[in-house]
Antibody
Framework: EVQLVESGGGLIQPGGSLRLSCAVS????????MGWVRQAPGKGLEWVSI???????YSADSIKGRFTISRDNSRNTLFLQMNSLKAEDTAVYFC????????????WGQGTLVTVSS | SYELTQPPSVSVSPGQTASISCSGD??????ACWYQQKPGQSPVLVIY???KRPSGIPERFSGSNSGNTATLTISGTQAMDEADYYC?????????FGTGTKVTVL
């Protein structure tokens, strides 16, 4: 069974750092495109970042230079390192799988809430 | 940057057909997909590659994409279809989501 479980969210002050994790089972992160998508309270979905199976990464302009996506193949886990956090980064962060490289997400985690506030 | 625009809301009576549009520059030249999201839940893929349905998605969900507009159609809409719907496309290494449409089944 395919499962994606995010963790690491919480309350953090502006300017702080946080690392989100997404532990997966039922497939391997290294063989799939894996991404992060966020949703601010009451708002729509916003793509954050993607890591391709070959290892190349791409990110939305809104977080470029502040967030870094990575994976640990031995732990079968996806990460999102978030630095210089701003109030507007407050959102539920979902990890998601693009299993075919078809540029759509066919499996999603339950999400983890990040709140940036003093 | 590429943008996808959806109507904020669509209302439909039970058993009728709901159509949700998604507009973007030359969207028909790209593949579009659609997600359903119910309150407090994660998104679920309901259409990919313009018109394909993932396993387990009811046949009443269908999609098309041509010109500048992709369309999600829900035939014989049921109360359980009340949700937010998002289109999504890919453009130069960027996954782009639409603005979202709330479907209300009255």
């Amino acid at each position: 069974e395919v499962q994606l479980v995010e963790s690491g969210g919480g309350l953090i002050q502006p300017g702080g750092s946080l690392r989100l994790s997404c532990a997966v089972s039922g497939f391997t992160v290294r063989s799939n495109y894996m991404g992060w998508v966020r949703q601010a309270p009451g708002k729509g979905l916003e793509w954050v970042s993607i890591i391709y199976s070959a290892g190349s990464t791409y990110s939305a302009d809104s977080i470029k230079g502040r967030f870094t996506i990575s994976r640990d193949n031995s732990r079968n886990t996806l990460f999102l390192q978030m630095n210089s956090l701003k109030a507007e980064d407050t959102a539920v962060y979902f990890c998601a799988r693009d299993s075919t490289g078809g540029h759509y997400f066919d499996s999603w985690g339950q999400g983890t809430l990040v709140t940036v506030s003093s | 940057s590429y943008e996808l625009t959806q109507p904020p809301s669509v209302s439909v009576s039970p058993g009728q057909t709901a159509s949700i549009s998604c507009s973007g520059d030359k969207l028909g030249d790209k593949f579009a997909c659609w997600y359903q999201q119910k309150p407090g839940q994660s998104p679920v893929l309901v259409i990919y590659h313009d018109s394909k349905r993932p396993s387990g998605i009811p046949e009443r969900f269908s999609g098309s994409n041509s010109g500048n507009t992709a369309t999600l159609t829900i035939s014989g809409t049921q109360a359980m279809d009340e949700a937010d719907y998002y289109c999504q496309a890919w453009d130069t290494s960027t996954y782009v989501f639409g603005t979202g449409t709330k479907v209300t089944v009255l």
